[in-house]
């Protein structure tokens, strides 16, 4: 649901809500609030804690207390592959609790969400951003912002007295939190604590930090694109900029999706 929901969320916007106002009224509601001001923004916020929270949940329930024990009789290079590694969980749960939903939403956008546990979802993952353990993210935001002279486009006037002073202060809670943790990882990381150094002795720990960072920016990476490919194939061919390579990705994005509806 978690995964399903983004891409309807995402591309649900051009959309007019009148469509499917009688039709899918959960759906409608739904959307009035996530379309409502900058709660989109707010929810793909508290939906990333929510994946990462459940995917690390999941790692944990299905890590192998011991890889070397017998496992269908398998030889121990497979065991160490699909056991150790975790390709058998990464497998399982990319198909059946990620594409699959996403598949389906991406070209059902307002079925998939016309159901309670969507709403449901949606509070909790605004609830999520409301605490503002990731508010670092819209801080890095503005830096990007001021950069690149472009003004981040919001749907909400801009922040005053109150509302200006609690969206800060949560900046800054969100600063120290994210400081003690990149504290206590690299701390891990450097002095051999984590279980890289257990499993794969080989990989030193300065090692270890270069690939700690690396994975996490092709996963940033491919967040982010994801986001990007959903909004843009709901958009006209003519609103879609002039990048040349921006647009060569959007026509082949928007061709495969076509594809695969007629596969379907």
């Known amino acids: 649901m978690i995964e399903g929901e983004q891409a309807s969320l995402v591309g649900l916007p051009p959309v007019d809500p009148d469509l499917y106002k009688d039709s899918h009224p959960i759906t409608y509601k739904v959307a009035a609030l996530a379309f409502r001001g900058d709660n989109l923004d707010r929810y793909l916020m508290g ?16 890590s192998p207390l011991d890889p070397t024990v017998d496992v269908l009789g398998l030889p121990s290079g ?8 975790g390709l058998a969980t990464i497998v399982f749960t990319c198909v059946l609790g990620q594409l699959t939903t996403q598949v389906n939403a991406s070209h059902c956008m307002i079925d998939f969400a ?3 546990f969507a709403l449901f979802t949606l509070y909790v993952a605004m609830t999520i951003e409301f605490t503002g353990v990731m508010h670092s993210a819209y801080l890095i935001q503005n830096i990007l912002a001021a950069v690149s002279g472009k003004p ?16 800060w202060g949560r900046v800054i809670m969100s600063l120290a939190i994210l400081g003690f943790c990149v504290t206590v990882v690299l701390y891990a990381l ?13 990989i030193s720990p300065p090692l270890a930090v270069v690939l700690l960072f690396f994975f996490m920016s092709v996963v940033g990476c491919l967040e982010g694109m994801q986001i990007a490919f959903f909004a843009v194939a709901k958009i006209p061919a ?27």
């Open 114 to 116: 016309n159901n309670y």
């Open 78 to 85: 497979v065991k160490f592959v699909f056991l150790d590694i």
């Open 238 to 264: 003519s609103e879609r900029g002039s990048g040349v390579l921006a647009r060569r990705l959007a026509i082949s994005c928007s061709a495969g999706m076509d594809r695969t509806c007629q596969a379907s």
């Open 190 to 202: 450097l002095n051999g604590y984590t279980s890289v150094s257990v499993k794969y002795p080989s």
């Open 152 to 167: 981040i486009q919001s749907n909400e006037p801009p922040k005053t007295g109150f509302t200006f002073a609690f969206f």
């Open 47 to 62: 939906r990333q804690f929510m994946v990462l929270l459940v995917v690390f949940v999941i790692g944990q329930c299905t």
